[in-house]
């Protein structure tokens, strides 16, 4: 009885549509309709169930519809700050564009562009050509291309050199890389059999030579990214398999996850090879990615021989993973950055972060510590250390400096999820030692404002 007399009270959605709150809104009336619906489908739900007995206010309702308004109009992909410290955090988007990159992927969003155009000729041209250039200019390479990712280079490399034969791959390389990327399986989709040589911690030049047979296509070096194996443990140099492939005329393929353009030592980063280092090496086709070490956009970037370049870019898996306008523009102006490895390091924000002195970090955590407290905050500048991110140099971490926050009124974990979720810009960091770390290496100056600021309100 209670429950019929209550369903009947229920207001019609005509009335709340009527409302002034409501018809204010500036989203679709579709839009609206169904968000009313939906509150008052709600309602409905909660009646039947026993677990409302007395019904909000008409005014309580067009509240909730407002917000639900409002976070409907909010978009899902946002800007967030990442104090976390990890320079490629593959769930915020990996490596932030230079701010030419980001110029030239808008004006290439803007307008038409020469995306396909000769102009000389005044006819049809080549997608590729806008990169080709320059990346043989930095790597030496006699021939490049670029497609969607690293994976689906990778793909297209395994199935147009690969298929209905063998490729030869070391035991200690078959790696998985985030979600579902497995070199076996990826061999699979290619069509063509991996051939596993050695033992996980050893492989030796031998061990590729007497796997050689009939059905090879291919000798296959994966870059171990995201893992190390150390102690005893050795693997064929690239010159010496390099050489193998010639004696046997097979195509080395390298797989080399980040890519990297930059020589890392000369920043205290140990370990990571260069993609210069498998050109000069003769490695027959290289590939990796573009928003990883390299520090540009989401790309597959493919180096090799102009023969295997050339069937590359006609193999028809091609044409389904050509990369769009917006990433060769952003790709072209981070490669152009390259051309002055020292302007790389000042404009290429991966490398700017990366190469950052401690000392700079620890002024950096200092001026963030005192809009802190000028807000009101409990909080001290301590010395840590951050991984690279992005499955690279995956043993060595950096040191660092973060401002540590002691909430006065939440728990530390209350406090990171109020900036997760309520910030304006969400705010992700990280917690240790019963402390929510603020690490500064990935943060930019001009927002410490705005994160003393959140920090403080998410706090009161
Ligand atoms: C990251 C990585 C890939 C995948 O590259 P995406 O650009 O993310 O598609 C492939 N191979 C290796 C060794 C990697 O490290």
Same mark, same amino acid.
């Given at each position: 009885?209670?429950?019929?007399?209550?369903?009947?009270?229920?207001?019609?959605?005509?009335?709340?549509?009527?409302?002034? !709150?409501?018809?204010?809104? +500036?989203?679709?009336?579709?839009?609206?309709?169904?968000?009313?619906?939906?509150?008052?489908?709600?309602?409905?739900?909660?009646?039947?169930?026993?677990? *409302?007995?007395?019904? !909000?206010?008409?005014?309580?309702?067009?509240?909730?519809?407002?917000?639900?308004?409002?976070?409907?109009?909010?978009?899902?992909?946002?800007?967030?700050? @990442?104090?976390?410290?990890?320079?490629?955090?593959? @769930?915020?988007? $990996?490596?932030? *564009?230079?701010?030419?990159?980001?110029?030239?992927? =808008? =004006?290439?969003?803007?307008?038409?562009?020469?995306?396909?155009?000769?102009?000389?000729?005044?006819?049809?041209?080549?997608?590729?050509?806008?990169?080709?250039?320059?990346?043989?200019?930095?790597?030496?390479?006699? =021939?490049?291309? =670029?497609?969607?990712?690293?994976?689906?280079?990778?793909?297209?490399?395994?199935?147009?050199?690969?298929?209905?034969?063998?490729?030869?791959?070391?035991?200690?390389?078959?790696?998985?890389?985030?979600?579902?990327?497995?070199?076996?399986?990826?061999?699979?989709?290619?069509?063509?059999?991996?051939?596993?040589?050695?033992?996980? @911690?050893?492989?030796?030049?031998?061990?590729?030579?007497?796997?050689?047979?009939?059905?090879?296509?291919?000798?296959?070096?994966?870059?171990?990214?995201?893992?190390?194996?150390?102690?005893?443990?050795?693997?064929?140099?690239?010159?010496?398999?390099?050489?193998?492939?010639?004696?046997?005329?097979?195509?080395?393929?390298?797989?080399?996850?980040?890519?990297?353009?930059?020589?890392?030592?000369?920043?205290?980063?140990?370990?990571?090879?260069?993609?210069?280092?498998?050109?000069?090496?003769?490695?027959?086709?290289?590939?990796?990615?573009?928003?990883?070490?390299?520090?540009?956009?989401?790309?597959?970037?493919?180096?090799?021989?102009?023969?295997?370049?050339?069937?590359?870019?006609?193999?028809?898996?091609?044409?389904?993973?050509?990369?769009?306008?917006?990433?060769?523009?952003?790709?072209?102006?981070?490669?152009?950055?390259?051309?002055? !490895?020292?302007?790389?390091?000042?404009?290429?924000?991966?490398?700017?972060?990366?190469?950052?002195?401690?000392?700079?970090?620890?002024?950096?955590?200092?001026?963030?510590? +005192?809009?802190?407290?000028?807000?009101?905050?409990?909080?001290?500048?301590? !010395?840590?250390?951050?991984?690279?991110?992005?499955?690279?140099?995956?043993?060595?971490?950096?040191?660092?400096?973060?401002?540590?926050?002691?909430?006065?009124?939440?728990?530390?974990?209350?406090?990171? +999820? $109020?900036?997760?979720?309520?910030?304006?810009?969400?705010?992700?960091?990280?917690?240790?030692?019963?402390?929510?770390?603020?690490?500064?290496?990935?943060?930019?100056?001009?927002?410490?404002?705005?994160?003393?600021?959140?920090?403080?309100?998410?706090?009161?």
């Amino acid at each position: 009885m209670e429950k019929n007399s209550l369903l009947r009270q229920l207001p019609k959605v005509d009335e709340v549509l009527r409302r002034p !709150p409501v018809a204010a809104l +500036e989203l679709p009336q579709t839009v609206v309709t169904d968000l009313v619906r939906g509150r008052i489908e709600e309602l409905r739900q909660r009646i039947l169930e026993g677990s *409302l007995t007395s019904l !909000p206010t008409v005014e309580e309702l067009c509240d909730g519809v407002c917000a639900d308004a409002a976070a409907a109009a909010k978009p899902s992909l946002r800007p967030v700050i @990442n104090a976390t410290g990890v320079t490629l955090h593959t @769930n915020l988007g $990996r490596a932030c *564009l230079s701010e030419k990159a980001v110029a030239a992927a =808008a =004006a290439a969003a803007r307008r038409y562009s020469t995306l396909e155009y000769d102009l000389e000729k005044g006819e049809r041209g080549s997608r590729y050509s806008h990169v080709e250039k320059l990346l043989c200019r930095i790597t030496g390479a006699q =021939a490049a291309m =670029a497609v969607n990712n690293n994976a689906a280079a990778v793909l297209l490399i395994l199935s147009a050199v690969g298929k209905g034969g063998e490729v030869i791959t070391s035991r200690g390389e078959l790696v998985e890389i985030g979600g579902s990327f497995r070199i076996p399986e990826i061999m699979e989709q290619c069509g063509c059999s991996l051939r596993e040589v050695g033992a996980t @911690n050893k492989t030796h030049l031998r061990d590729y030579e007497n796997a050689i047979g009939e059905g090879t296509r291919a000798l296959l070096k994966v870059h171990t990214s995201n893992y190390r194996i150390l102690g005893f443990s050795e693997s064929v140099p690239l010159q010496d398999l390099v050489a193998l492939g010639r004696k046997h005329g097979l195509p080395v393929i390298e797989d080399l996850g980040s890519g990297c353009f930059f020589d890392l030592e000369r920043i205290g980063i140990h370990g990571e090879p260069t993609v210069m280092d498998s050109v000069r090496a003769g490695v027959d086709i290289i590939s990796f990615s573009g928003d990883k070490l390299l520090g540009g956009p989401q790309a597959g970037i493919i180096l090799g021989s102009e023969e295997w370049i050339a069937r590359l870019k006609t193999h028809p898996l091609t044409r389904a993973m050509r990369v769009d306008k917006m990433t060769l523009a952003a790709l072209e102006a981070t490669l152009q950055s390259y051309l002055d !490895p020292e302007k790389a390091r000042e404009e290429i924000p991966t490398l700017r972060m990366l190469s950052i002195d401690p000392a700079r970090l620890k002024l950096r955590a200092e001026l963030l510590r +005192e809009r802190l407290e000028k807000e009101g905050v409990l909080c001290e500048v301590v !010395p840590e250390q951050d991984q690279v991110g992005g499955g690279s140099v995956p043993t060595q971490l950096l040191p660092t400096w973060a401002v540590a926050v002691t909430p006065r009124n939440l728990t530390v974990d209350g406090l990171e +999820e $109020r900036l997760r979720t309520r910030s304006a810009t969400p705010i992700i960091g990280r917690i240790a030692h019963e402390r929510y770390l603020l690490d500064v290496r990935t943060l930019w100056e001009e927002d410490f404002a705005l994160i003393a600021a959140s920090v403080a309100e998410a706090d009161r």
